[in-house]
Every structure is written in C-alpha cells, then in structure tokens.
Nanobody, 123 residues
Framework: QVQLVESGGGLVQPGGSLRLSCVASGNRFSINGMGWYRQAPGKQRELVANIISGGSTNYADSVKGRFTISRDNAKNTAYLQMNNLKTEDTAVYYC?????????????????WGQGTQVTVSS
C-alpha cells in the first residue's frame, strides 16, 4: 500500500497563512494525482484542490486566488499553500493520492488517504 502523512496544520488568525505538506511512501508505486480535501464539523468532506501528474490543477471556488497546490514528484510530496485564511477554512484537511503499484508482473491501482491535519482559523 501507499501511506500518506500530512503535516503543517495549526492555529492561525484570520488573514494568516499556513503551508500543508503530504508525503507519500511505499514500494514500487507511481502517483497520478494528488489532492487536498477538507471536512468541517457537521459537513461532508469536500475537494479543496488537486493536481495531476502533468501539472494541471483544480480548485474549489471558495479557495481560488488564496490557495495554491503544488507537488514535488521526486519527493512524492504535495503542498498546499494557504493564504488569507478565513474562519470558514477551519476544518480537518486530508491528503489523497491515486496511482498504481507494480510488483514487476502486474499493476494495480491505489487510492490512499492521510490521517488528516487540523487547521483552525480564529482570532
């Protein structure tokens, strides 16, 4: 399997910034897409941003112009730079990655989730 570990969450005042990181680890895997999702209390998990292997990105309307997703393929790492944070950005942020795992003979798809990191925006 492919494991994902997020870091970078915390408490920040409105208007502040945070940078989340997500590192993928495992054996013989290749990543197609990576993304960030978030889930606020009492709400469904929603897509924040994703990026595919070619570099194309997609953002939720609520974060466009404030958040930037990027990835370092050599490090199997994705980042989410969050600027001008608002109280409504408060949530647990989850990293997601999908791609394939090869054993030398066959290849199977994977879709992995991290454990989540809390982001709290409050004065």
């Amino acid at each position: 399997q492919v494991q994902l570990v997020e870091s970078g969450g915390g408490l920040v005042q409105p208007g502040g910034s945070l940078r989340l990181s997500c590192v993928a680890s495992g054996n013989r895997f290749s990543i197609n897409g990576m993304g960030w999702y978030r889930q606020a209390p009492g709400k469904q998990r929603e897509l924040v941003a994703n990026i595919i292997s070619g570099g194309s990105t997609n953002y939720a309307d609520s974060v466009k112009g404030r958040f930037t997703i990027s990835r370092d393929n050599a490090k199997n790492t994705a980042y989410l730079q969050m600027n001008n944070l608002k109280t409504e950005d408060t949530a647990v942020y989850y990293c997601n990655a999908n791609g394939g795992i090869s054993n030398g003979f066959t290849r199977r798809a994977f879709n992995s989730w991290g454990q989540g990191t809390q982001v709290t925006v409050s004065s």
